[in-house]
Nanobody, 114 residues
Framework: QVQLVESGGGLVQTGGSLRLSCAAS??????MGWYRQAPGKGRRFVAS????????LYVDSVKGRFTISRDNAKNTVHLQMNSLKPEDTAVYFC?????????WGQGTQVTVSS
């Protein structure tokens, strides 16, 4: 059974940092991504990375602030988030890239206070 478990969310002040982790079990994905859903909005793409780690994509609003990385030996993907802003407040999810409907988990809450 394939399972993705997110962790690392929390409450942080504007300008602070958080590091999210996603542990995958059951299989390996060529592409992995982070997505987020802000209150009252739909789920949106944030960042993705290929298995090789040599290709990453970011939504414009997080470029220069967020960094996605992966540890293939541990089948884990991370999202380092720096210079956080209140508009980054959301539930963050990991999934394959492109995402697969069956893999959405509970996500991890990130709240940035102003």
């Amino acid at each position: 059974q394939v399972q993705l478990v997110e962790s690392g969310g929390g409450l942080v002040q504007t300008g602070g940092s958080l590091r999210l982790s996603c542990a995958a079990s059951g299989r390996t994905f060529v592409g992995m991504g982070w997505y987020r859903q802000a209150p009252g909005k739909g789920r949106r793409f944030v960042a993705s990375i290929r298995w090789s780690g040599d290709s990453t994509l970011y939504v414009d609003s997080v470029k220069g602030r967020f960094t996605i990385s992966r540890d293939n030996a541990k089948n884990t993907v991370h999202l380092q988030m720096n210079s956080l802003k209140p508009e980054d407040t959301a539930v963050y999810f990991c999934n394959a890239y492109p995402p697969q409907t069956s893999l959405w988990g509970q996500g991890t809450q990130v709240t940035v206070s102003s």
